[in-house]
């Protein structure tokens, strides 16, 4: 069985199927142009540079395109790159599916919605448990296959709903040693803090941000939906604003993008489960592509810093 893109190391050579995630046109120092490609399978992704591009070159190699694809992976400041030798579309001949080479969740969409729903059941106040499953139900079909980012963490199909599954369990062992959390309170965030990223984001695949997402961003968009849906659903209580408030609190400070710092407890324990997820889904990502004794490239959204793998 083929391996995928992150069980190469440096020094590989590859040949193999992969996805365009990405691809900018930039020039060099020479004045040629090039593209640069974020090429992905199922397993990761990768950096590659195509040189002395053509027209029909950047045409060709564009987003959301299936290329075979030869090289070397080599190191690049530190960080893995394809050296490409040779690369082209596939053809019908190549019996390829695109969904076969698209990161997606560990786990199934209709099981991770089955959870989800769940959580929301186990509410007991009735005007939280009313707005977290309107605001569910009318955006669910983004919800589940959405991203819940462009790059850094959970960047692949379905990631945002598996984000928000890792949050539901992480809030409910955290509840459990904590009974003065209010569950509901807590679940309820943790299903709608990043809801607004349907709109902030263009889509499952080749994600990129929304006029809409760069003008406003995912927190104001949320906040602005849980007051349509108190209107819509005739509610009218202190759950609204402390909803809104765990919303716009969930990064926790004004320069990593809340309007306001958490002031319930609640909040802060929502950013706090936001942060570790979000953490530990990329060091793991890291990790997974290297062999215990070894260090990891330097993960940028984590200060820069490489992380050993223990040999144990």
């Known amino acids: ?35 640069t490609l974020i090429l992905s399978d199922k397993t990761g992704e990768i950096e590659a540079k195509l040189w002395d591009v053509s027209e029909d070159d950047e045409k060709s190699f564009a987003s959301e395109k299936a290329v075979k694809i030869m090289g070397e992976i080599q190191n690049y400041r530190g960080r893995s790159q394809l050296k490409i030798r040779n690369i082209r579309l596939t053809t019908d001949l190549d019996a390829i599916n695109i969904s076969d080479l698209i990161q997606t969740a560990p786990i199934g969409q209709e099981e991770m919605m089955g959870k989800i729903t769940q959580y929301i059941f186990e509410m007991r106040n009735p005007n939280i448990q009313r ?6 139900k009318k955006y669910q079909s983004e919800f589940i296959t959405f991203p819940a980012a462009t790059k850094n963490h959970h960047e692949f199909l379905s990631g945002l709903a598996y984000h928000v599954v890792s949050m539901l369990d ?62 819509e659903l005739g509610i009218d209580g202190e759950e609204i604003m402390i909803l809104k408030h765990l919303v716009l609190s969930h990064h926790g400070k004004a320069e990593w993008g809340s309007p306001k710092p958490p002031l319930v407890m609640e909040a802060e324990v929502l950013h706090y489960i936001d942060n570790i997820d979000a953490k530990i889904n990329m060091m793991d990502r890291a990790l997974e592509r290297v062999k215990p004794g070894e260090f990891t490239e330097r993960v940028f959204a984590l200060e820069n810093r490489s992380f050993y793998k223990p040999q144990l």
């Open 170 to 231: 992480l809030a409910k062992a955290i509840a459990g040693l904590y009974p003065k959390l209010n569950k509901d309170l807590l679940y309820a965030g943790v299903i709608l803090h990043d809801l607004g990223k349907v709109m902030e984001l263009s889509g499952p695949v080749s994600t990129v941000y929304t006029v809409e997402g760069n003008l406003l961003g995912h927190i104001t968009i949320m906040v602005s939906e849980i007051s349509k849906a108190a209107d």
């Open 131 to 136: 707005i977290t499953r309107h605001l569910l």
């Open 1 to 35: 069985m083929q391996k995928g893109i992150i069980h190469y190391g440096i020094g590989d050579s590859i040949d193999t199927y992969m996805y365009i995630k990405s691809s900018t046109k930039a020039v060099a120092s020479n004045g040629k142009p090039f593209l």
